[in-house]
């Protein structure tokens, strides 16, 4: 409600009295602008939020489940010597490497190994293992390495 304030009477007689409005009134021009800018925002940000289709996909009692296991191939220093690799942790010669690794890869989807080589073993030595992981039918080879800096 507007105060009524009373005027003094200077000079000339008035008539009456005056209104005087308050000054806390809402600026709505820029509420306005903000909420336009958010709407738009969020016009922009809905689609990006969908995740997909949702599926009710079928049910099986007798499922296996897929085995995530990484078969890890590691090429010691000693390799040079003995001719000896590590499958995971057990050691085995590099003449059966092929086959151990094939019955490594039953029931696997994906035929791939991760090759951890020494520093010091020459490339040569390298291919030469990655020579005997492709006769036993792995197709694909990562080559493992650290970062530098990291122990």
Known sequence: ???VAPIPEVGRARRGRRVATSLAEINVVPLVDV???LLIIFMVAAPMLQRGVEVNLPVA????RLSEERVYITVPLSYQTD????????AIGIDV????VRQAMIGKDQREVFLRPDG???MQEVLDVMDRLKEGGIERVG????QRGAK
Not at 83 to 90: F, H
Not at 97 to 100: D, G, I, Y
């Open 35 to 37: 909420m336009l800018v």
């Open 97 to 100: 490497l092929a086959e151990r």
């Open 120 to 122: 010091a073993v020459r």
């Open 61 to 64: 009692r007798q499922t296996q």
């Open 83 to 90: 001719r000896r690799v590590y499958l995971n942790d057990e």
């Open 1 to 3: 409600m507007p105060k």
């Open 143 to 146: 080559i493992i390495a650290m």
